[in-house]
């Protein structure tokens, strides 16, 4: 099926950690791991979205298709929609730059949840169960209504920087939301037009934007090593995770 468009928004001059994107995993550079798993999941066409042409000239080096943004987009959702202005999708996927050992199911099972028409913008969430990346505020955390978390698509009720939900009895699952939102054309265009909001100014978060405007965010459980690149430390963590992987001959 071609109905979803997958942008991928790769913007060298992250704050934390200027030209992420194009930094070496196991030989080649973040984006194009990204790219590759966007490939194989084939739920429609794959383009990158960037304001610099250094990424751009990768990007395209390995074959890639590229368009080149703004570079006072405020957020990466924001390059996304300006990127996706040129297709006639029906859905969007923005797979975030810097998640190189996403599996392409994942994206697949995001789009799975737009296509059967219950969510109007999805995502996706890996069981937490480190206490270390709980409280990490690097890794965002989400709250999902319990009733459905074991459905795999599920309701989420908040995302947060700080271990979520608080658990008095010790019990309570907790969640680790991964860099991925499939949207509906038309919940994209009403997302962007949202002036940012006070959770979201507070936490850090576009995704509180969505939620403090009455608009869900459905959710499926998935089962993805974590390995966002936000700073040095994650590209050295990623790189052991895909010596793991590459261990237990796990296909990526």
Partial sequence: MRDCLVVIPARYASTRFPGKVLARLGGRPVVEWCYGAATKARVGPVVVATEDRRVARVVESFGGRVVLTSPNCPSGTDR???AARGFTSRFVINLQGDLPLICPRTIRRVAELLRRGGA????????????RRAADPNVVKAALCGALARRGGCRVLYFSRSPIPYSKN?????????GIYGFERAALERFVRLAPSPLERAEGLEQLRALEAGLAIHAALVEDLPAAIDTPADLRRARRLLKRLNREKRPL
């Avoid at 109007?120 to 206490?131: H, K, N, Q, S, Y």
């Avoid at 010790?170 to 991964?178: A, D, N, T, V």
């Fill in 80 to 82: 996304v929609h300006e």
């Fill in 170 to 178: 010790g019990g309570s699952p907790r969640f680790e939301h991964l």
């Fill in 120 to 131: 109007r913008i999805a995502t996706a969430v890996v069981p937490l169960r480190d206490r």
